[in-house]
T-cell receptor
């Protein structure tokens, strides 16, 4: 799987938008961009995924660059509950193998 | 909620003893996974299963074995636990649908080997 690069940590104020970046310059045409997050003392939790077009769901939005070499996870209004480690993962279609979680970005939300 | 439970949630054991962790799912997913998570290493795949009695090794399989005799249960066994196997263990299932898949994780088992 192609590699991703994320900042180690970010801070945000409560009720403000948060933009979490991810670089994936070696992405291939069949790689989907997945985002997961891990709240303290819990297992990872699926957030969103996309291929080429921007995606929205109830948790977040995913903005994908036109060349697909980067993407941004957008939390429209951060809450204290959004404090977590966020992982950006590339995944080929129906790969039987594991999801390779890197170090992710630790998001701190300040009240 | 993908209906995944893990047992036990916490366990302390001694070096050299056998340990079995259980993952149970309620939604008949074909693929199941065992990961371990350690500081500085993120999540690493131990073993996975693609059906009853069908399993394969992951990145860090040495010292671990698995079994899947029923769709709903995936067992991870440490035949002779060592201190290096102190970790948090997560089970996951793969939900397929559409052009890609997503994984859903259980709550984890914290294992301490003294």
């Amino acid at each position: 799987d192609a590699k991703t690069t994320q900042p180690n940590s970010m801070e945000s104020n409560e009720e403000e938008p948060v933009h979490l970046p991810c670089n994936h310059s070696t992405i291939s045409g069949t790689d989907y961009i997945h985002w997961y997050r891990q709240l303290p003392s819990q297992g990872p939790e699926y957030v969103i995924h996309g291929l080429t077009s921007n995606v929205n769901n109830r948790m977040a939005s995913l903005a994908i660059a036109e060349d697909r070499k980067s993407s941004t996870l957008i939390l429209h209004r951060a809450t204290l509950r959004d404090a977590a480690v966020y992982y950006c993962i590339l995944r080929v279609t129906y790969n039987n193998n594991d999801m390779r979680f890197g170090a992710g970005t630790r998001l701190t939300v300040k009240p | 909620d993908a209906g995944i439970t893990q047992s036990p949630r916490h366990k302390v054991t001694e070096t050299g003893t056998p340990v079995t962790l259980r993952c149970h799912q309620t939604e008949n997913h074909r693929y199941m996974y065992w990961y371990r998570q350690d500081p500085g290493h993120g999540l690493r795949l131990i073993h996975y299963s693609y059906g009853v009695k069908d399993t394969d090794k992951g990145e860090v399989s040495d010292g671990y074995s698995v079994s899947r005799s029923k769709t709903e249960d995936f067992l991870l066994t440490l035949e002779s636990a060592t201190s290096s196997q102190t970790s948090v263990y997560f089970c996951a299932i793969r939900s397929s649908g559409g052009a890609t898949d997503t994984q859903y994780f259980g709550p984890g088992t914290r294992l301490t080997v003294l």
